[in-house]
């Protein structure tokens, strides 16, 4: 595919009927190989193996509802005690990180309460802690790890 601004992972890719796929490591399954989802893979891998967070605590694009709507994060790395503890939105490449992408992830958060959030687009990464009291955030440096 094409490089990214994360640690080189070692990631399964295969060709079915011609089209490119990539294994999802916490869903367990063959994925259509899109930008997003190849920045997805790659932010799984990066909070596996650089943050230390076990795959059995890694959640992908899973349903919640928000004012009522469905709609699906991309990633939310829990705590031991399986609450959510890093909220992660993942955009492709191409995708400028603008503020409709932190808007979008503080919707998301308002149901699921994580104190920490990753917004990446493969290239850029932004990190920030959640005050829920002041509802402000803080960028981070990095994120903590599990």
């Given at each position: ?111 699921l ?18 005050n ?15």
């Amino acid at each position: 595919m094409f490089a990214l601004n994360f640690p080189e992972f070692e990631i399964k890719v295969k060709l079915k009927q011609n089209k490119p796929y990539v294994f999802d490591v916490v869903r367990k399954k063959w994925l259509f190989l899109t930008p997003e989802e190849w920045v997805r893979s790659h932010c799984i891998q990066y909070l596996h193996h650089h943050k230390e967070f076990p795959l059995s605590l890694l959640r992908v694009e899973q349903q919640l509802s928000v004012y009522g709507q469905p709609k699906r994060f991309d990633i939310v790395a829990c705590n031991a005690a399986q609450k959510p503890f890093v909220l992660v939105e993942c955009k492709a490449p191409q995708v400028p990180i603008n503020q409709a992408v932190f808007d979008q992830l503080a919707h998301y958060n308002l149901v699921l309460k994580s104190p920490y959030c990753m917004v990446t687009n493969g290239l850029n990464h932004y990190y920030c802690s959640m005050n829920f009291e002041n509802q402000s955030l803080q960028f981070l440096e990095s994120l903590p790890s599990y």
